[in-house]
């Protein structure tokens, strides 16, 4: 990685993507659906890919293989995101969220066997710790609710893989195409995604349409969406073992920011966590 732009960028997405986190639920905990939080997420991200394409200059590449690629990175993403939702109603997040969470094996696997990316001992020391750290991140205390049946846990499986080879794709499409037609086809994406993330809406529920509905929503998911532009350029610029465990420790600054606003000290293997992602991002970043 001959320049830190990388390093840049996978920070403004690890804070943006830590702010977002800790800001998510508001809107859900006053009667906006996660569901329809998913279709706000996705309108903020016309705005981002407009800059994007701004920034090229309004040349998008609109080949075969870019769009295949560039679609392929979207749905990955954003299709994983809307099997989250069945996951978590039908089973328990304490089990859902560790599985989910170490998705950067798949993409460091990927990355290092097909696009033959090398680090060096100490950065590989980091993104171990980062794996570590990122379970640890994602512990949820057990609790009364029961699983139904064994749909949680194969969706948790397929969006472990989604995600994971959604990083190697976009790792491997900014080889040939520019990072910001590969985030206009994730916005794309997203949006056509939408309709599914309406029909899983209970409407018969009371919503609330007021300002800490879809408009507090938009304020918070726009970070999501900035974040995500963001990935992109990190992983254009810098190698996907390295980038994808950086990012994937955004929860750190999630937890410090929960921890201001609601007073509460963190479960003991959610503050190992913590310990063990700062080593990792001192690691990773040198």
Known sequence: MKTRLWLIFAIVTTLFWGVWGAFMEFPEKAGFPSTLGYCVWA?????????????????LEYDLRSVFLGSTVGFLGAGGQLLLFEALRTG?????FPIISVYPVVTIILSVTLLK????????VG???????????????PNDANASGTLWFILAILIFFMWGIQAWVMKFSNETMKAESIFFY????????????????DFSKPINWGF???????????????????????????????VVPMTALAPVL?????????????????????????????????
Do not use: D
């Open 92 to 96: 328990p997040a304490y089990l859902v």
């Open 212 to 242: 800490k509905g879809p408009y507090l929503s938009a304020l918070i998911q726009v970070l999501n969406a900035i974040g995500a532009l963001c990935l992109v350029y990190a992983v254009r610029y810098g190698k996907a073992i390295i």
């Open 43 to 59: 309108l903020t991200m016309i705005p981002c890919a407009l800059v994007a394409l701004a920034i090229i200059r309004w040349k």
């Open 117 to 124: 990316e090398r680090a060096g001992r100490r950065a590989w």
């Open 127 to 141: 993104i171990v710790f980062a794996l570590v750290a990122i379970v640890m991140l994602s512990y949820q205390p």
């Open 254 to 286: 999630t937890v410090i920011i929960s921890l201001a606003l609601y007073r509460v000290i963190p479960h003991p293997v959610i503050l190992g966590g913590m310990v063990f992602a700062t080593i990792a991002i001192y690691l990773m970043a040198e």
């Open 186 to 201: 994730m916005m794309a994406t997203g949006l056509a995604l939408a309709p599914i993330a309406l029909w899983m809406t």
